[in-house]
């Protein structure tokens, strides 16, 4: 029998650099959502050692080299290991990951991998662990697995590891865009200049997309000015999002490069996804919904 875990895109609608820990790591504000587009993990029990193959668009692009101890997934499963009691029935066998999203791209795709492994192997496994402590493992895994594990929406602070709930999100269509270029988390944060920008103050809730937009527009992605120095493709991306009928807003996701579009409606979400597609062959594009119950 195969067992399937979802790995959704995680977007950040804003995100402020707060502060700059004496350990170098940066605090965060962000309201962090998750798209209907993701990767997908399948596992099938057996006796043999766990291992792991790559799939997908983006598996060809990550290569098999990649599928060895430093994955994610395999650093997640390690950790589970690790919290197991006696009564767990931990096993081996194959894990396939479906990687439908770009690499190192800002909508935390190897987060999200090592979270569904999370999710998927407690349940399978019987892990059972408590939540306080899958979260506690998450953190060990990297600053975006916790709010991956969650996968609905959320307010992320501290360096990530800080969550809390956020305002009700209206309904609105998404696009996302990626040109390609593969842009590296630390290497943003180390080119960010400038200072820090304070924790935002939101509403309780929005009554429609409009009025998110108007919220975000006051807001900002700290890193997205140093992302464009570093790969320029993403001006011609904000450009193009914000270009598409109906579009209410384009900014980046994360340290980049992909970035997102907001939209009245998920039609509109995919009519300009198509549009976008059709002029940029070249380019990753995704058009439609929030991720459901998100
Ligand atoms: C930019 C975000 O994607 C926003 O959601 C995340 O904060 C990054 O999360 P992530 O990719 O899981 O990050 P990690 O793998 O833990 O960290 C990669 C590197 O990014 C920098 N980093 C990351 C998170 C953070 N709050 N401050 C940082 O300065 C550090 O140099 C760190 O060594
Ligand atoms: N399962 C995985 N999928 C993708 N990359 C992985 C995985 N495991 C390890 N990596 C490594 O992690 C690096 C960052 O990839 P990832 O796609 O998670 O970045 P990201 O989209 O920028 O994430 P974030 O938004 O959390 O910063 C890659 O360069 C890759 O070498």
Redesign the pocket.
């Known amino acids: 029998m195969t067992f399937v875990e979802a790995a959704p895109a995680?977007i950040?609608l804003y995100?402020h650099v707060t502060d700059r820990r004496a350990d170098?790591?940066?605090?965060?504000d962000?309201l962090?959502v998750f798209a209907g587009a993701g990767d997908v993990l399948h596992y099938q029990p057996g006796e043999t050692p766990l291992t792991l193959k790559l799939a997908g668009r983006f598996g060809a692009v990550l290569g098999e080299d990649a599928a060895g101890p430093d994955n994610l997934v395999i650093k997640a499963a390690n950790a589970l290991r690790t919290q197991a009691g006696p009564k767990a029935a931990v096993r081996g066998g194959t894990l396939v990951l479906e990687k439908n999203l770009p690499v190192a791209s800002?909508i935390?795709g190897g987060?999200a991998d090592a979270a569904a492994a999370l999710r998927l192997l407690d349940r399978v496994w019987g892990v059972q662990a408590a939540q306080a402590d899958l979260l506690r493992l998450a953190e060990g895994l990297?600053?975006?697995?916790p709010v991956c594990l969650l996968s609905h929406t959320a307010r992320?602070e501290g360096?990530?590891e800080v969550l809390s709930a956020a305002p009700a999100l209206p309904e609105c269509g998404l696009v996302l865009v990626n040109c390609g270029q593969a842009v590296s988390?630390?290497a943003v944060?180390r080119a960010r200049e400038g200072g820090f920008v304070p924790r935002a103050a939101l509403p309780e809730r929005w009554e429609n997309a409009q009025a998110l937009v108007s919220t975000l527009q006051s807001l900002e992605n700290s890193?997205e000015a140093p992302a464009c120095a570093l790969c320029p493709t993403v001006e011609k991306v904000l450009h193009d999002i914000a270009a598409q009928p109906d579009c209410l807003m384009a900014r980046m996701s994360?340290?980049g490069a992909t970035c997102f579009g907001l939209f009245p409606s998920v039609l509109a979400a995919e009519q300009a996804a198509a549009r976008l597609a059709d002029a940029h062959e070249a380019w990753w594009v995704w058009g439609g919904a929030l991720r459901e119950g998100a």
């Open positions: 995680k950040n995100l170098g790591y940066h605090c965060l962000s962090v800002g935390g987060s990297g600053a975006d697995v992320m360096i990530g988390t630390p944060f890193l994360g340290s």
